[in-house]
């Protein structure tokens, strides 16, 4: 059987898809490193609502996509950016995402660890509001009994005059902080508002008071997340972090070269990719618990094209081809998003993804996967 499916330029090529998906099962923990997916929401496809309203929820779909990433040994990195905070799920919605899923993370002994930001100011707000707002999810956080990563804050971006606020505020979280927590940086290719954070457009001055607020509070920072694309500089930090200090890769570009790590170290994972990879993410990781990094790059490296390309400029739209393979490999009924955010990207983009996943023996069924990209190629008016 094949399939016509669009590239860039408008023309129509045959592509033959697998017919077998790639065998993967669950297996034991990971023992070598602690990898968190940031887990994408399932938006409920029925409410009557427009972009601009509160997001809809499925949250049967949303907690059963947590219970199969659980399955498979994987962490939950809980209303992150894939789940569209800032772009969709506003903090109320957050907050009972966070619950929930919490909650469910007790029950089946999943690993879990949720999002700490100030979306609660719409607006911005002076450093007083903001530190009040990341107050507030905090003490949310760890009434829920997850662990907390402090998230990069737009407020905080528009409110600081310099690296000093950053270091104000980040120094009366963490000294209040009941557990140790995981910092995220976030760079501004993920969030354009995000430009100049920890006071500075210049990354090596950035990165000195990044490191500046880690070295001021060791014993409240179980570890940092580095969402840069620059493997390089992930590295140097990695190196000049304080003992018993986590790097937890972002870089969906550069992580299985990060995560193998060096004679020097290596970087535990924070990846959105690790939710359309889950289950071939967890069988690379087993791997590399044996000592085999060679079997483990050659599982994982294959996966780096289908990651690039759901991550190409503007990369904060990646969750749209997150979304689409989850659909695709029947995780929902349907390929809606809350914010509307399944217009963000273009069918050829869709086109590729799916072959790009389907190569890789993404889907569990791949005849499944097939039937509704073609109902979507038929949607966009491409007849097979």
Known sequence: MTIQLPDASGALRTYEPRTEPLALTTGAPFTSRTVYSAAHVVADPFADV?????????????????????SH????AEAMDTAQRGMGLDWAGAAELIRRSAAEAKAVGGRIACGVGTDQLTAGGTLAEVRAAYEEQLALVEASGARSILMASRALAAAATGPEDYLDVYGHLLRQSAEPVILHWLGPMFDPALDGYWGSSDLDAATETFLEVIAAHPDKVEGIKVSLLDAGREIDIRRRLPQGVRCYTGDDFNYPE???????????????IFDPLGPLAAEAVRVLDTGNV???RSLLDPTVELSRHLFQTPTRFYKTGVVFLAWLAGHQSHFTMVGGLQSAR????FARAYELADGLGLFPDPKLAEERMKNLLALYG???
């Open 258 to 272: 990060l995560i193998a790590g060096d004679e020097k170290g290596f970087s535990h994972a924070l990846l959105g």
């Open 382 to 384: 491409v007849t097979q």
């Open 73 to 76: 040994g994987l962490g939950v």
């Open 346 to 349: 273009s069918l050829p983009h």
């Open 50 to 70: 427009s972009p601009d309203s509160p997001a809809a929820v499925d949250w049967d779909a949303t907690l059963a996509f947590r219970r199969h990433l659980w």
């Open 294 to 296: 060679t079997g483990f």
